[in-house]
């Protein structure tokens, strides 16, 4: 089946520094793909998405690559800030069919 | 995310007694979802709704059941909870472009 997958389960960084947090899927007809953020004892927000047509898409502080020859993409966060501590959750879609989450990577802004 | 609401945000009950759990969008989206997390998983798909007359199984379907009541109100219901049923519940909504918002959550123990 489907399955969208991470590398590490934490991350720390020191404040100030760049964050990438990785992602990998299984399905090659993957065409969406979503990053989440998640807070403790909130649901996921939006942070930034991507469609297969494109390899790079950049939002404010945050850019997610996808590498569709090795089904990969990945989060850039910049100037990491103690606020960016969450758990982050890459999801993909193929078409008009649901989400399939990963497991998330908790990352840890270090002061 | 303010747009999608859910109640209660807490509870505790029992094994084998009934519980509702309710979900609210002011976002005018078609699309619903209910969702459940546990802890170090991403999100798992119970049921989803594309219209008021829509209903699917998600992932893990078996011990719950849902009724879309209205666009906006999508409730998912534990016919006989069970302890393993412990876990965070998460109800989104979506467009037909694929995002999907995220309520707040409902934290749900069974006793």
């Known amino acids: 089946g489907e399955s969208v997958g991470l590398h590490l389960p934490t991350l720390s960084v020191q404040e100030g520094d760049n964050s990438i947090i990785n992602c990998a899927y299984s399905?090659?007809?993957?065409?969406?793909f979503i990053w989440y953020k998640q807070e403790s004892g909130k649901g996921p927000q939006f942070i930034i998405d991507?469609?297969?047509?494109?390899d790079k898409r950049q939002g404010q502080r945050v850019t997610v690559l996808l590498n569709k020859t090795v089904k990969h993409l990945s989060l850039q966060i910049a100037a990491t800030q103690p606020g960016d501590s969450a758990v982050y959750f890459c999801?993909?879609?193929?078409?008009?069919?649901?989400?399939?989450f990963g497991t998330g990577t908790r990352l840890t802004v270090i002061p | 995310d303010a747009d999608v609401t859910q109640t209660p945000r807490n509870r505790i009950t029992k094994t084998g007694k009934r519980i509702m759990l309710e979900c609210s969008q002011t976002?005018?989206?078609?699309?619903m979802y209910w969702y459940r997390q546990d802890p170090g998983l991403g999100l798992q798909l119970i049921y989803y709704?594309?219209?008021?007359?829509?209903?699917n199984k998600g992932e893990i379907s078996d011990g719950y059941s849902v009724s879309r009541q209205a666009q906006a109100k999508f409730s998912l219901s534990l016919e006989s909870a069970i302890p393993n049923q412990t876990a965070l519940y998460f109800c989104?909504?979506?467009?037909?472009?694929?995002?999907?918002?995220f309520g707040p959550g409902t934290r749900l123990t069974v006793l």
């Open positions: 989104a909504t979506s467009d037909s472009g694929g995002r999907q918002f």
């Open positions: 399905n090659s007809a993957s065409d969406y």
């Open positions: 991507i469609r297969s047509n494109m």
């Open positions: 999801a993909g879609t193929t078409g008009a069919n649901n989400l399939f």
């Open positions: 976002k005018g989206h078609d699309r």
């Open positions: 709704s594309f219209d008021v007359k829509d209903i």
